[in-house]
């Protein structure tokens, strides 16, 4: 039985979004100035792995957006934030764009 091209693209296109997340979310207690938010984009940066990085003080999270293809353990974010003095509570891989994350991040909740 011959499976449709059109198939296999869309199969291998599911297949790579779960293989590996475009987003890591970390939330961070010690977050409390914008001083604090532009260290830590710094720190990040340095990553090679790291495309960009969004910082919310209200909601006390840390987002990185990874360049294709690659990754950072959770141990190397874990490492980078607690040696700038920051405690990383929870460290999650979502697939979202760093975009949607500061949409998100805008919205109000009641």
């Known amino acids: 039985m011959r499976i449709p ?12 979004s779960f293989a590996s997340a475009t987003t890591i979310e970390l939330d961070v207690n010690g977050l409390v100035c914008a001083f604090c938010a532009q260290g ?3 720190k990040l940066h340095a990553i090679p ?3 960009d990085v969004v910082v919310s ?3 006390k999270l840390v987002a990185v957006s990874l360049r294709d293809g690659q990754d950072i ?3 190397d974010l874990r490492h980078a934030l607690t040696d700038a003095g920051y405690t990383v509570k929870d460290i999650r891989h979502v697939d ?6 500061r949409q998100r991040l805008k919205t109000k909740t009641p």
């Open 5 to 16: 091209t059109l198939f296999l693209g869309f199969s291998a296109l599911i297949l790579s």
């Open 40 to 42: 830590i984009q710094k």
């Open 49 to 51: 792995a790291t495309a």
């Open 57 to 59: 003080l209200e909601k």
């Open 73 to 75: 353990s959770d141990d």
């Open 96 to 101: 979202e764009s760093l975009d949607d994350v």
